[in-house]
T-cell receptor, first 110, second 114 residues
Framework: GENVEQHPSTLSVQEGDSAVIKCTYS??????FPWYKQELGKRPQLIID?????GEKKDQRIAVTLNKTAKHFSLHITETQPEDSAVYFC?????????FGAGTRLTVKP | DSGVTQTPKHLITATGQRVTLRCSPR?????VYWYQQSLDQGLQFLIQ???????AKGNILERFSAQQFPDLHSELNLSSLELGDSALYFC?????????????FGPGTRLLVL
């Protein structure tokens, strides 16, 4: 089955700096890669996703890159703000089974 | 608000008991997914139903079962509960079965087994 590894597990940045979270996956058949943001005690919320036919996708301050050859994908947040502080999960999906990374706790210090 | 609803919000029960968690998908969505989130295991995919039929199975224990009803709501049944079953249980929904569809999560049910 799919195995997703996510790094780092914690990340602390200064407000205004960029944050990068990286994930690798094992199943080359995976073709959908969403990123979720989860605040304490709340539901995971989709912030951006990328499909396997695209190498990069951007939405305002958030971007995701995908390297299918190397089987890794990354989340980039620019101009970070305190409200970006949360746990971020990457995931990889093929068919019905979606596997999540272990999560990255991002702290943005004002 | 994602449009996915879950009840109850909180559930406290004892070891050995059985509970049922309920999920209503977004209007028009035919697929429902169940996930377990515990502190040491992260988000684990349990099972997917599509239009009443089981579609995919993940790390679901034999003590757990699920079903999806004709009105598309779904229930997750947890039996012979153990302390380690304490977790947040989320359901999510999507329109169909494409592996590239976005899944929208409900608010979750927090289960505490004492």
């Amino acid at each position: 089955g799919e195995n997703v590894e996510q790094h780092p597990s914690t990340l602390s940045v200064q407000e205004g700096d960029s944050a990068v979270i990286k994930c690798t996956y094992s199943d080359s058949a995976s073709n959908y890669f969403p990123w979720y943001k989860q605040e304490l005690g709340k539901r995971p919320q989709l912030i951006i996703d990328i499909r396997s036919n695209v190498g990069e996708k951007k939405d305002q301050r958030i971007a995701v890159t995908l390297n299918k050859t190397a089987k890794h994908f990354s989340l980039h947040i620019t101009e970070t703000q305190p409200e970006d502080s949360a746990v971020y999960f990457c995931a990889a999906r093929w068919g019905g089974d979606m596997r999540f990374g272990a999560g990255t706790r991002l702290t943005v210090k004002p | 608000d994602s449009g996915v609803t879950q009840t109850p919000k909180h559930l406290i029960t004892a070891t050995g008991q059985r509970v049922t968690l309920r999920c209503s998908p977004r209007s028009g969505d035919l697929s429902v997914y169940w996930y377990q989130q515990s502190l040491d295991q992260g988000l684990q995919f349990l099972i997917q139903y599509y239009n009443g039929e089981e579609r995919a199975k993940g790390n679901i224990l034999e003590r757990f079962s699920a079903q999806q009803f004709p009105d598309l709501h779904s229930e997750l049944n947890l039996s012979s509960l153990e302390l380690g079953d304490s977790a947040l249980y989320f359901c999510a929904s999507s329109p169909g079965t494409s592996g590239q569809e976005t899944q929208y999560f409900g608010p979750g049910t927090r289960l505490l087994v004492l």
